[in-house]
């Protein structure tokens, strides 16, 4: 697992880090799970999880706040309470708070199965969790699924920041999804950031949690620093 920070460009601090699957020599999320064939997401997806909180709770320093974030494919939980049995032993093995979990779903594929995944993301709210929509504004990942869904966080794709500087149609529509998810109670964090220009329209337009190459890149097993000149 790699580990890559989602950074409050307010006041420097870490919000959480984001765990991301890598392979044996480094091939990227993609390719791995390219390999996953459909009998194995479930065994896939409980072993990810697993991997990412042990080595967490061997990162983490014991009072840091920073959360960690997981992600996972809704078609890969059967049942919320079962599936999330092997986080929870995992977490207790290696001390580490499951208050700190946020679940990042997002879906390569429609969903077919809205209420499932709602069902999901209540039952991972009932025990404290942080439940996020990854890639908000690419694919299928729209404004019906949000209304369906109603997250704690919402993640905007990358295809939504990447030049948004010299792009007066992304900062509009980046805009009004942060007004419409702060009426909903809803954060946003940007991901994908990649120059000085970018973040600079993002704190102008009132985003306040980021991530990307331009604040840190992954890091494989250790959590990465970041760059806090950067962020005045």
Partial sequence: MAFQPIVDIRTGSIFAYEALVRGIEGQSAGTVLAAVGPDMIY????????????LAGRLFAPA?????????????????????????AAARRVGFDPAKLMF??????????VPHVRRIIESY????????IDDFGAGYAGLGLLAELEPDILKLDM??????????????IVASVVSMAKA????????????????????????????GYYLA???????PNVELPLLV
């Fill in 64 to 88: 840091d706040n920073a959360k960690l974030s997981i992600n996972f494919m809704p078609n890969a939980v059967y049942e919320p309470n079962a599936c999330i049995r092997a986080s929870l």
């Fill in 159 to 172: 295809a939504l920041i990447r030049g948004i500087e010299a792009s007066a149609a992304r900062r509009t």
């Fill in 125 to 132: 709210r009932a025990r404290g969790f942080t439940t996020a």
């Fill in 217 to 223: 890149q992954p890091a494989i097993e250790t959590l």
């Fill in 104 to 113: 990042e779903f997002t879906e390569d594929e429609r969903m077919c199965d």
């Fill in 43 to 54: 065994k896939f997806d409980q072993t990810c999880r697993v991997k990412a909180i042990e």
């Fill in 184 to 211: 909903l109670g809803i954060q946003c964090i940007a991901e994908g950031i990649e120059t000085a220009a970018e973040l600079d329209v993002l704190q102008e337009i009132g985003i306040k949690l980021c991530q």
